[in-house]
């Protein structure tokens, strides 16, 4: 079996918001390898296409395991795919260390987004759904995610590493579109925004 084989066939779940104490606690390390396990990748594949996303951390359906699954493209604007579990994340230093700064959003937090300046690369190793080893080396986006997915599972959410002024300006950005997400979202679909009536 390889993990293509665990990106269809799963149940769309509702996506854990901030603020739920599950998403602010350091994650239990995966242990066993097992049908259960790949059935909860299954199932974050499915959320997040369903949110239309390029990663999910286990938090963020409301399991404490260090966990996370995406479909994300490189620098090259290459699709990677694949499932991390027990993660660890490293980026450059020194000369080699380049920031971008482009605007991140979190599924978690729909409708809100803002700048964050991360390292460009990241390598991230850890574990398959089947226990087997694994490393991955991320550029552009690809290498945002990886940095978000795992800070997840530190009990980590984007808005921690933002100044207290630009996570105001992110709360006020969700807080207006509130309204579009339901509290089961995406098990029921985003609401369309109403369209403009012109006389």
Request: charge should be negative; proline fraction near 6%; aromatic fraction near 8%.
């Amino acid at each position: 079996m390889a993990i293509e084989d665990l990106m269809s066939g799963g149940t769309v779940l509702p996506i854990t918001r901030w603020g739920t104490a599950v998403m602010h606690e350091k994650t239990e390390p995966i242990t066993v390898f097992d049908d259960e396990l790949r059935d909860l990748v299954r199932d974050m594949f499915a959320t997040m296409r369903a949110a239309q996303g390029v990663g999910l951390a286990a938090t963020q359906v409301s399991r404490g395991l260090s966990l996370f699954v995406y479909e994300c493209p490189d620098a090259d604007e290459r699709v990677r795919y694949g499932a991390f579990c027990n993660p660890v994340v490293g980026t450059p230093t020194g000369k080699d260390r380049q920031l971008d700064k482009i605007e991140e959003g979190c599924l978690s937090f729909p409708g809100g987004y803002q700048p964050l300046a991360r390292p460009d690369r990241a390598v991230c190793t850890g574990q398959d759904p089947w226990g087997d080893e694994i490393t991955v080396e991320g550029t552009g986006l690809l290498a945002r995610c990886l940095q978000h997915e795992t800070d997840h599972l530190n009990g980590i959410v984007f808005g921690d590493r933002l100044s207290s002024r630009s996570y105001r300006k992110l709360e006020e950005q969700k807080d207006s579109l509130a309204h579009l997400y339901p509290d089961d979202w995406p098990v029921t679909a985003k609401r369309a925004t109403a369209a403009r009536v012109e006389a």
